[in-house]
T-cell receptor
Framework: NAGVMQNPRHLVRRRGQEARLRCSPM?????VYWYRQLPEEGLKFMVY????????ESGMPKERFSAEFPKEGPSILRIQQVVRGDSAAYFC??????????????FGPGTRLTVT | AQKITQTQPGMFVQEKEAVTLDCTYD???????LFWYKQPSSGEMIFLIY??????QNATEGRYSLNFQKARKSANLVISASQLGDSAMYFC?????????????FGKGNQVVVIP
């Protein structure tokens, strides 16, 4: 059973470039979440998606960040015009169900983004 | 809004001994779930154990148990018979269990080092 897959595991971008992070949920999971972890911090929620729908984006910065989960293919977190403060570990998680129940979220290995 | 507090300094534990990791939380929700995750140095987030706010029994999963004291709003993790592989950061998290909110709120973590 494949777990949550994320790629790339490490990504280096220069300031001003775009970063694209990919996440494939566990088989049978249709709910995807993105979290960001700054050094020495816990994870902070960014966005919750189902296929073709953004359910909750209350944790997303207002500018430069976007996320999608198309009908086919992985979920994508896109960061445009990256700045040094975007350097962090970005985790994707998936669950078999959404709100209203227990539904543990299972995490991928994360993408470590470094902005130079 | 939910808030998780983990304030213990880094802990050194002798192999085969038990260790308790403190977690207190604050929420106005009546129905919520509490989760513990392990993050080893390799960086992935591993789900350990779940406790529902209405569960009468404390949760147990192998060597992990959760000491849930609802009135005190605490959900401490107990790891029995520590092993070298238990060396990691441990994060407490929570989310409401009602429709429309699936955001996990994390604490800042507890560092555990198991020594032989």
């Amino acid at each position: 059973n494949a777990g949550v897959m994320q790629n790339p595991r490490h990504l280096v971008r220069r300031r001003g470039q775009e970063a694209r992070l990919r996440c494939s949920p566990m088989k049978g999971h249709s709910h995807v979440y993105w979290y960001r972890q700054l050094p020495e911090e816990g994870l902070k929620f960014m966005v919750y998606l189902q296929k073709e729908n953004i359910i909750d984006e209350s944790g997303m910065p207002k500018e430069r960040f976007s996320a999608e989960f198309p009908k086919e293919g992985p979920s994508i977190l896109r960061i445009q015009q990256v700045v040094r403060g975007d350097s962090a570990a970005y985790f994707c998680a998936s669950s078999p169900g959404g709100t209203g129940g227990r539904y543990e979220q299972y995490f991928g290995p994360g993408t470590r983004l470094t902005v130079t | 809004a939910q808030k998780i507090t983990q304030t213990q300094p880094g802990m050194f534990v002798q192999e085969k001994e038990a260790v308790t990791l403190d977690c207190t939380y604050d929420t106005s929700d009546q129905s919520y779930g509490l989760f513990w995750y392990k993050q080893p140095s390799s960086g992935e987030m591993i789900f350990l154990i779940y406790q529902g706010s209405y569960d009468e029994q404390n949760a147990t999963e192998g060597r992990y148990s959760l000491n849930f004291q609802k009135a005190r709003k605490s959900a401490n993790l107990v790891i029995s018979a520590s092993q070298l592989g238990d060396s990691a950061m441990y994060f407490c998290a929570m989310r409401p269990l009602y429709y429309g909110n699936n955001r996990l709120a994390f604490g800042k973590g507890n560092q555990v080092v198991v020594i032989p």
